[in-house]
């Protein structure tokens, strides 16, 4: 992965770090997420949140009910509830983004999505895991468009939150931004996660219907 990635001029300047993936590189489950968090972008592991120990972001993603990731990982035992705030120790889980540097003002366009595409293959393809769970619109918009058969008009949150869809070698499982989840929300994901988890959901390698 590199390390100085000069891709995206107006992203380099915004910037405080490159954000590749982190976590378990034998894991069974790779979520990806739309862009790095605030604190994601001063550490360098993705999906940190004020929740998890960092300052409030800005004004756009501090202001929620909702849980962290990190949370919901450790109530399904995939993450070590006593690991540092910054470097969590995670079990079957890889955690990535679309897009590996960070503007605080907006959302990636999508010419950097397409610039950062190249970096999430290369983790897609060397972790090879059994699900993928799409955290948040755009990412689920760009991992359902590469990886199933679904119509884009089919593919959509909130409505595929807590679903599982069959696609080309991978089983995704959509998931709202956990800092824009419901109490119910969180509590439907988890249930239908643990599920699969539960059943043989390595057998859904290599499925193509929905």
Not at 75 to 104: F, G, I, M, Q
Not at 117 to 136: M, T, Y
Request: glycine share 6%; with cysteine.
């Amino acid at each position: 992965m590199d390390e100085d990635c000069r891709n995206c001029p107006a992203l380099c300047e915004t910037r405080n770090r490159i954000v590749h993936g982190y976590g378990d590189v034998g894991a069974d489950f790779l979520f990806v997420g739309e862009r790095p968090t605030a604190r994601a972008d001063d550490v360098g592991v993705p999906f940190l949140s004020e929740g998890d120990g960092d300052e409030a972001e800005n004004e756009n993603e501090n202001e929620n009910d909702g849980t962290t990731l990190r949370r919901i990982l450790e109530r399904l035992a995939l993450c070590d509830a006593t690991s540092p705030a910054d470097r969590p120790t995670l079990e079957k889980v890889y955690l990535t983004n679309l897009t590996r540097c960070r503007d605080p003002e907006r959302p990636p366009a999508d010419e950097e999505i397409g610039n950062c595409e190249p970096f999430l293959n290369a983790e897609i393809r060397s972790i090879n895991p059994e699900v993928l769970v799409p955290v948040g619109e755009r990412a689920l918009e760009e991992l359902g468009t590469e990886y199933t058969t679904t119509p884009a008009e089919d593919l959509s949150l909130p409505d595929a939150h807590a679903t599982t869809i069959r696609g080309r070698g991978f089983a995704l499982v959509p998931m709202i931004d956990p800092r824009e989840q419901t109490d119910a929300q969180t509590q439907a994901w988890l249930e239908h996660f643990a599920e699969l988890m539960a059943s043989d959901y390595r057998q859904t390698k290599g499925r193509r219907e929905r």
